[in-house]
């Protein structure tokens, strides 16, 4: 097995100073009277440290989007020091909307976004998804935590948000560091 990147094996006091970022979905939600679907997208961000997690939607995949739902997470959770996320190699198989993130996330607006607020940004290498197991491991109990809650409902934006909350809630449960 290959050594632990870096950024994984840096300590900080505070969560989330080093964090990782995934997308998952799309989740269908209803809009209005039940009349019109909207696809939303989950957002994870996980503590490379702690492995804690914190759940956001997005509602599209283009950059503002995904800007939006980061500055969100910094909000509540602080400003990181570093952020490392794939770089969509790992969406090959997913749906077509996932494939298309990739070209629909402008990477030098993010960085230019990020830099002024002092955060390292750190992309995988694309066809690369091995370099991302926090996230995805996260990603997997996130998504199945999301579909025990839902099952097959239909639901609202705000539904899922109570959702997202909720399973961010129960995968922060679990004992985040050695006992």
Known sequence: MAPL????????LRAFAYTGTDFAGPFITVQGRGKRREKRYLCLFTCLGTRAVHLEI?????????????????????LPCEMMSDNGGNFVGADKELR???KLLDQDRIRKATANRRIKWNFNPPLAPHFGGVHETMIKAAKRAIYAILGKADVTDEELMTAFTGAEALINSRPLTYQ
């Open 100 to 102: 298309q993130l990739v």
């Open 58 to 78: 997005a509602f599209g995949l283009d950059t503002d989007s995904f800007l939006n739902a980061f500055y969100r997470m910094t909000n509540r959770r602080g």
């Open 5 to 12: 990147p870096e950024i994984r094996l840096k300590k900080s």
